[in-house]
Nanobody, 126 residues
């Protein structure tokens, strides 16, 4: 049974930082590219960042470039999202997802992802 469990969300002031983690189990973690998505109330789920199986390539939404960093530790079956200089518009539920993808490229379409976590809430106060 595949499980993706996010943690690290919470309440932070604008300009602050949070580090999200996503621990994976029940799958061969190194066989999956990983992504982070988010969904704010009343909005569609949107792509945030993705990383290839080895961690050699990453991709970011324009709205988070230069502020967010995705990384992974295959020995720990964990993917991270370091979020700096947070803005009120970053408030959302953040989801990690696993993409069985051997292309060497990341994908930003949510339909490409095979497994999803339950999400962790990020709230940013202005």
């Amino acid at each position: 049974q595949v499980q993706l469990v996010e943690s690290g969300g919470g309440l932070v002031q604008a300009g602050g930082s949070l580090r999200l983690s996503c621990a994976a189990s029940g799958l061969i973690f190194s066989s999956y590219a990983m992504g982070w998505f988010r969904q704010a109330p009343g909005k569609e789920r949107e792509f945030v960042a993705a990383i290839t199986r080895s961690g050699s390539n990453t991709n970011y939404a324009d709205s988070v470039k230069g502020r967010f960093t995705i990384s992974r530790d295959n020995a720990k079956n964990t993917v991270y999202l370091q979020m700096n200089n947070l803005k009120p518009d970053d408030a959302a539920i953040y989801y990690c997802a696993a993409d069985f993808n051997y292309s060497g490229r990341t994908r930003s379409q949510s339909v490409a992802y095979n497994y999803w976590g339950q999400g962790t809430q990020v709230t940013v106060s202005s």
